[in-house]
T-cell receptor
Framework: RKEVEQDPGPFNVPEGATVAFNCTYS??????FFWYRQDCRKEPKLLMS???SGNEDGRFTAQLNRASQYISLLIRDSKLSDSATYLC?????????FGAGTTVTVRA | GAVVSQHPSWVICKSGTSVKIECRSL??????MFWYRQFPKQSLMLMAT?????????EQGVEKDKFLINHASLTLSTLTVTSAHPEDSSFYIC????????????FGPGTRLTVL
């Protein structure tokens, strides 16, 4: 079983739509959780950390379910600029494990 | 936020040559830097962890004699791909972890290596 598994998508959604996707992890010792965004041929950029209680950052909501070992990301009111690949990332003692990414394409 | 640079941003070389990639933390001191590799449509894979003043720790399956890492100062780590071959063509990304900060890593812009 892969350490981190994501639905690769792509999720093609119209502007203004809501899109959500999950990511599962196998290492129960994972300590910290993040969503990163990666644009084509660029480095990943931190979108948000994910906390046990769930957290929001503007149109983005992240949830963590430790019992089922997954995190989720929900994007409300999608913008064209949200088109990217979203990477779920887990860390254990500063070592990061990356998912292969979920591609989201927002169309006008 | 913290800035990490990489040089060169892209490189094309012939098979058998060695390529050096630099990773610099521009506005903070990085005790630890990480080197990743990403093949198309795949996840970033950690290659090695580089600590200033000590030998790098390589992940399983990464040849330390092929991928030489030097972290001689708190702001610079280098990765040398020795005797590069076409299968080494990839996107190489470094990240830096500063002193006293959380476990957020700051990524460099990456180096795209193409070996002919």
């Amino acid at each position: 079983r892969k350490e981190v598994e994501q639905d690769p998508g792509p999720f093609n959604v119209p502007e203004g739509a809501t899109v959500a996707f999950n990511c599962t992890y196998s290492n129960s010792a994972s300590q910290s959780f993040f969503w990163y965004r990666q644009d084509c041929r660029k480095e990943p950029k931190l979108l948000m950390s994910v906390y046990s209680s769930g957290n929001e950052d503007g149109r983005f909501t992240a949830q963590l379910n430790r019992a089922s070992q997954y995190i989720s990301l929900l994007i409300r009111d999608s913008k064209l600029s949200d088109s990217a690949t979203y990477l779920c990332v887990f860390s254990n003692d500063y070592k990061l494990s990356f998912g292969a990414g979920t591609t989201v394409t927002v169309r006008a | 936020g913290a800035v990490v640079s990489q040089h060169p941003s892209w490189v094309i070389c012939k098979s058998g040559t060695s390529v050096k990639i630099e990773c610099r933390s521009l506005d903070f001191q990085a005790t630890t830097m990480f080197w990743y590799r990403q093949f198309p449509k795949q996840s970033l894979m950690l290659m090695a962890t580089s600590n200033e003043g000590s030998k790098a720790t390589y992940e399983q399956g990464v040849e330390k004699d092929k991928f030489l890492i030097n972290h001689a100062s708190l702001t610079l780590s280098t990765l040398t791909v020795t005797s590069a071959h076409p299968e080494d063509s990839s996107f190489y990304i470094c990240s830096a972890l500063g002193r006293g900060v959380t476990d957020t890593q700051y990524f460099g812009p990456g180096t795209r290596l193409t070996v002919l």
